[in-house]
Nanobody, 126 residues
Framework: QVRLEESGGGSVQAGGPLILTCVST????????MGWFLQVRGKEREAVAL???????RDADSVKGRFTISRDNSKAIMTLELNNLKPEDTAMYYC????????????????????WGQGTQVTVSS
């Protein structure tokens, strides 16, 4: 059974760092597009960053220069390093795998993913 499990969320003051980890089981993570999304309560889920099949990266304008996505295929782990956190980064963060539509190109942020983790909460205080 394919599973994704996030960890690493928590409470941090503005300007601080966090590292989110997504562990995948049940399949070879390098064979799939994978990404991080966030959702603020009451709002739609938003794409944060993704890793394409060829290993290329995309990230949202709002996190450029602050968040870094990476993947260790040997350990089936995807990581999101969050630096210089802002209160507006407060959200539930989800990892996702196996994109089936809008995976790349200009519409990458609308990617339709099949497998999702349960999420990990990030709270940034000012």
């Amino acid at each position: 059974q394919v599973r994704l499990e996030e960890s690493g969320g928590g409470s941090v003051q503005a300007g601080g760092p966090l590292i989110l980890t997504c562990v995948s089981t049940g399949y070879t993570s390098s064979s799939y597009w994978m990404g991080w999304f966030l959702q603020v309560r009451g709002k739609e889920r938003e794409a944060v960053a993704l890793i394409a099949l060829d290993g290329s990266l995309r990230d949202a304008d709002s996190v450029k220069g602050r968040f870094t996505i990476s993947r260790d295929n040997s350990k089936a782990i995807m990581t999101l390093e969050l630096n210089n956190l802002k209160p507006e980064d407060t959200a539930m963060y989800y990892c996702a795998a196996d994109c089936r539509q809008y995976c790349g190109g200009v519409n990458w942020s609308k990617g339709l993913y099949i497998t999702w983790g349960q999420g990990t909460q990030v709270t940034v205080s000012s």
